[in-house]
Nanobody
Framework: EVHVEESGGGTVQPGGSLRLSCVTSDFTLSNVWMYWVRQAPGKGLEWIST????????TFADAVIGRFTGSRDNAKNTIYLQMDSLQSEDSGFYYCARDPRGETRGPGTQVTVSA
């Protein structure tokens, strides 16, 4: 069983920013494919980002390209999702996972974008 934990969510106004973190003590994040997915209220899981291993490219869904960026801190075994220019439709629970469907996701962190 994979154990990851997300943090950094909160409530922001439209146009605001948040940085989400994903940590685990079970494996080395930088050595595996990692994903961010999200779930808006009443909707299914949506793939947001892929982190390729060993410093590989970080890619994003069309819905967030140009607004979200990713980074890694290998010393902290953490990956980050920087979210800028947040919009109301970005609201939901955000999860990191080892699979793109989010089946290995953690408990998630809630993001609310509201005026």
């Amino acid at each position: 069983e994979v154990h990851v934990e997300e943090s950094g969510g909160g409530t922001v106004q439209p146009g605001g920013s948040l940085r989400l973190s994903c940590v685990t003590s079970d494996f080395t994040l930088s050595n595996v494919w990692m994903y961010w997915v999200r779930q808006a209220p009443g909707k299914g899981l949506e793939w947001i980002s892929t982190f390729r291993p060993f410093g590989g490219a970080i890619t994003f869904a069309d819905a967030v390209i140009g607004r979200f960026t990713g980074s890694r801190d290998n010393a902290k075994n953490t990956i980050y999702l920087q979210m800028d220019s947040l919009q109301s439709e970005d609201s939901g629970f955000y999860y990191c996972a080892r699979d793109p469907r989010g089946e290995t996701r953690g408990p998630g962190t809630q993001v609310t974008v509201s005026a």
